[in-house]
């Protein structure tokens, strides 16, 4: 039973415009939110988190925003660069100490 | 660079074979969790060790059993293999328990059974 889904394999966005990623979970109890990037032949490297107390967090050109009525969470790049062509995986966990579950993740890819 | 090794890197074998995979986690940490991800499939997780212990377990099968030694390296055997094991395995690490954090992947092992 996939308790985080992310229903789009794949996008391609031309560089410059607004990426958005978006991931929906079915687990009420989940209150910590990954998003990982993922590169060929490398494993997943964190990316952004938020917690559930929050309904945006923002680093850089990466922001996620967290619904928590829909149960989605939504990853935005802007701008998007070439070099964000990678595959992207939510994750989320319910309270300390337990484990993570993981998307099927979303490749994107940024067209110069 | 994650700080996290894992070896080896390719691994081919048969149907019916064990392998054995190894992680080092980062330095200082405690916690080693192993993932699989088959073709079109998320990471799906595995088992988790805290400081030689096991913490958690997901859908790991039967033929599937890991470990963790004193010095905190992890070892993931999995024995009768069929062709559906064939998968990236990773693992991952974290400090402490599992409390709010991230956890910084290996490069995985790429494991093919013919």
């Known amino acids: 039973d996939q308790q985080v889904k992310q229903n789009s394999p794949s996008l391609s966005v031309q560089e410059g415009r607004i990426s958005i990623l978006n991931c929906d979970y079915t687990n009420s109890m989940f209150d910590y939110f990954l998003w990982y990037k993922k590169y060929p032949a490398e494993g997943p490297t964190f990316l952004i988190s938020?917690?559930?107390?929050?309904d945006k967090n923002e680093d850089g050109r990466f922001t996620v925003f967290l619904n928590k009525s829909a149960k989605h969470l939504s990853l935005h790049i802007v701008p998007s660069q070439p070099g964000d062509s990678a595959v992207y995986f939510c994750a989320a966990s319910a309270g300390t100490g337990n484990q993570f579950y993981f998307g099927t993740g979303t490749s994107l890819t940024v067209i110069p | 660079d994650s700080g996290v090794t894992q070896t080896p890197k390719h691994l081919i074998t048969a149907t019916g074979q064990r392998v054995t995979l190894r992680c080092s986690p980062r330095s200082g940490d405690l916690s080693v969790y192993w993932y699989q991800q088959s073709l079109d499939q998320g990471l799906q997780f595995l088992i988790q060790y805290y400081n030689g212990e096991e913490r958690a377990k997901g859908n790991i099968l039967e033929r599937f059993s890991a470990q963790q030694f004193p010095d905190l390296h992890s070892e993931l055997n999995l024995s009768s293999l069929e062709l559906g094991d064939s998968a990236l395995y990773f693992c991952?690490?974290?400090?402490?328990?599992?409390?709010?954090?991230?956890?910084?992947f290996g490069p995985g092992t790429r494991l093919l059974v013919l």
């Open positions: 938020i917690s559930s107390i929050k």
């Open positions: 991952a690490s974290t400090p402490s328990r599992g409390s709010l954090e991230t956890q910084y």
